[in-house]
C-alpha cells in the first residue's frame, strides 16, 4: 500500500512500464509525479545501473505481456494493473495520487505535448468480452475535470471507454471545445448512443480522431444508420473516423469481412481487433485480414481482401 509508513529521508523510486514505452503509463506517471513533489527522486529502474532502490512499483497493463524477468534490488516491490490482477486491475491509487497531474516529462520529448486522461470511467454496456464493465463499473460516470490532466498541452488523448453514455457529457465536452486542444478519442465510443445534439458538441472540438467500435455483427441493422447519421452531420471523412472491429470472437469469416466492406463504402476506417489473438496460428486468415486492413496505405489501395491474400481467392464461403 503506497500510504504505508515511509522513511523519513528522501526515497530512491524506480518505475518499470513491464508493456514498454511504446504508449505512456498514465499510474507510473502519477506516481512519479507525487514522489516528485514529496521531494523523492524518481527513475526508470535500470536492473544494472540504478543500484538499489527504496521501492520499486512494476505497472502491467496487459495480460498477455511477459512478466519482468530481472532481478530486482530494491527494499520494497509494488506490482500493479489489470496485467497482474485481472480484471480489477489490483489496489486503486490513494486519492491524492489518483487526481494529481501525471508528470509528463518521464516520457521525454516524444509525448511532452500531449495530455492523456479520464474524464470518465465505466460503461453500461457490460459486454462479455471488455474488461471495462467488470473493472470500473456499469455505469459511465464523471471522474475528473479536463484541468486535473490538461495543462495547456495543444493534444488531449482521452482513454474513456464511453464518455457520452455519461449524463454529464455537456458539461465535459464544453472543457473539451474551450481547450482548443486537438482531441483524439482513442477508445471505442459507442455510436449506438449518438444524438444529433451530442454530434454538434463534437463538430465544435478540434477532433484529431475518434474511434467507435462495431463488435456485434447483429447490430448492424441498428448501427449503419448511426453511422450514417454521424457522417451527414460531420462531413469528416476516413481519417478522423476510426471505427474497431472485433474478430475472432463470435462471428465468421465473411461477417468480419461484410463489416469491413461496410465501413470503408460509409467513408470510415475500420481497424480490426482479434480477440485471443494469440491463440490464432502464424498465417491465420484472420491475421492475414487484420495485417491488410490495419495498413492504411495498403487497405486504401487494394479493395479486395482476396486480391491481397492471392491463396484465399477460391475459399469456400464460410470455410475458415
Same mark, same amino acid.
Given at each position: 500500500?503506497?500510504?504505508?509508513?515511509?522513511?523519513?529521508?528522501?526515497?530512491?523510486?524506480?518505475?518499470?512500464?513491464?508493456?514498454?514505452?511504446?504508449?505512456?503509463n498514465l499510474?507510473?506517471?502519477?506516481?512519479?509525479?507525487?514522489?516528485?513533489?514529496?521531494?523523492?527522486?524518481?527513475?526508470?529502474?535500470?536492473?544494472?545501473l540504478?543500484?538499489?532502490?527504496?521501492?520499486?512499483?512494476?505497472?502491467?497493463?496487459?495480460?498477455? *505481456?511477459?512478466?519482468?524477468?530481472?532481478?530486482?534490488?530494491?527494499?520494497?516491490?509494488?506490482?500493479s494493473? *489489470?496485467?497482474?490482477?485481472?480484471?480489477?486491475?489490483?489496489?486503486?491509487?490513494?486519492?491524492?495520487?489518483?487526481?494529481?497531474?501525471?508528470?509528463?516529462?518521464?516520457y521525454?520529448?516524444?509525448?511532452?505535448? *500531449?495530455?492523456?486522461?479520464?474524464?470518465?470511467?465505466?460503461?453500461?454496456?457490460?459486454?462479455?468480452?471488455?474488461?471495462?464493465?467488470?473493472?470500473?463499473?456499469?455505469?459511465?460516470?464523471?471522474?475528473?475535470?479536463?484541468?486535473?490532466?490538461?495543462?495547456?498541452?495543444?493534444?488531449?488523448?482521452?482513454?474513456?471507454?464511453?464518455?457520452?453514455?455519461?449524463?454529464?457529457?455537456?458539461?465535459?465536452?464544453?472543457?473539451?471545445?474551450?481547450?482548443?486542444?486537438?482531441v483524439?478519442?482513442?477508445?471505442?465510443?459507442?455510436?449506438?448512443?449518438? *444524438?444529433?445534439?451530442?454530434?454538434?458538441?463534437?463538430?465544435?472540438?478540434?477532433?484529431?480522431?475518434?474511434?467507435?467500435?462495431?463488435?456485434?455483427?447483429?447490430?448492424?441493422?441498428r448501427?449503419?444508420?448511426?453511422?450514417?447519421?454521424?457522417?451527414?452531420?460531420?462531413?469528416?471523412?476516413?481519417?478522423?473516423?476510426?471505427?474497431?472491429?472485433?474478430?475472432?470472437?463470435?462471428?465468421?469469416?465473411?461477417?468480419?469481412?461484410?463489416?469491413?466492406?461496410?465501413?470503408?463504402?460509409?467513408?470510415?476506417?475500420?481497424?480490426?481487433m482479434?480477440?485471443?489473438?494469440?491463440k490464432?496460428?502464424?498465417?491465420?486468415?484472420?491475421?492475414?485480414?487484420?495485417?491488410?486492413?490495419?495498413?492504411?496505405?495498403?487497405?486504401?489501395?487494394?479493395?479486395?481482401?482476396?486480391?491481397?491474400?492471392?491463396?484465399?481467392?477460391?475459399?469456400?464461403?464460410?470455410?475458415?
Amino acid at each position: 500500500d503506497i500510504r504505508t509508513i515511509r522513511k523519513e529521508e528522501t526515497m530512491r523510486i524506480g518505475l518499470i512500464d513491464v508493456d514498454s514505452h511504446n504508449f505512456p503509463n498514465l499510474p507510473l506517471m502519477k506516481l512519479s509525479a507525487y514522489h516528485k513533489k514529496i521531494g523523492d527522486s524518481v527513475e526508470w529502474y535500470e536492473p544494472l545501473l540504478s543500484g538499489h532502490m527504496d521501492r520499486v512499483y512494476m505497472s502491467k497493463v496487459f495480460t498477455f *505481456t511477459p512478466d519482468y524477468q530481472y532481478f530486482i534490488d530494491a527494499d520494497e516491490v509494488i506490482k500493479s494493473g *489489470t496485467g497482474y490482477f485481472y480484471p480489477d486491475g489490483g489496489k486503486a491509487l490513494p486519492d491524492e495520487i489518483e487526481h494529481i497531474c501525471p508528470d509528463y516529462s518521464l516520457y521525454g520529448e516524444r509525448f511532452s505535448d *500531449t495530455a492523456y486522461g479520464f474524464l470518465t470511467r465505466g460503461c453500461p454496456n457490460g459486454c462479455d468480452f471488455c474488461i471495462v464493465g467488470k473493472k470500473e463499473g456499469k455505469c459511465t460516470r464523471k471522474v475528473a475535470d479536463l484541468s486535473e490532466f490538461w495543462k495547456g498541452q495543444k493534444n488531449i488523448v482521452l482513454l474513456d471507454a464511453n464518455m457520452f453514455a455519461c449524463r454529464d457529457w455537456k458539461e465535459l465536452s464544453t472543457q473539451l471545445i474551450e481547450s482548443r486542444a486537438w482531441v483524439d478519442f482513442s477508445q471505442g465510443c459507442d455510436i449506438r448512443c449518438m *444524438t444529433e445534439e451530442k454530434t454538434a458538441y463534437l463538430k465544435q472540438m478540434r477532433i484529431k480522431q475518434i474511434h467507435f467500435a462495431w463488435d456485434r455483427y447483429e447490430d448492424k441493422e441498428r448501427i449503419i444508420p448511426k453511422f450514417h447519421q454521424f457522417k451527414e452531420i460531420t462531413g469528416w471523412d476516413y481519417r478522423k473516423l476510426g471505427v474497431y472491429v472485433l474478430c475472432n470472437y463470435n462471428t465468421t469469416f465473411d461477417q468480419d469481412l461484410e463489416r469491413i466492406y461496410i465501413l470503408r463504402d460509409l467513408g470510415y476506417s475500420p481497424y480490426v481487433m482479434l480477440y485471443e489473438k494469440d491463440k490464432l496460428p502464424a498465417g491465420h486468415p484472420l491475421r492475414n485480414l487484420q495485417r491488410w486492413v490495419n495498413n492504411r496505405f495498403i487497405f486504401r489501395n487494394c479493395k479486395k481482401f482476396e486480391d491481397y491474400d492471392t491463396s484465399k481467392r477460391d475459399h469456400k464461403k464460410g470455410g475458415y
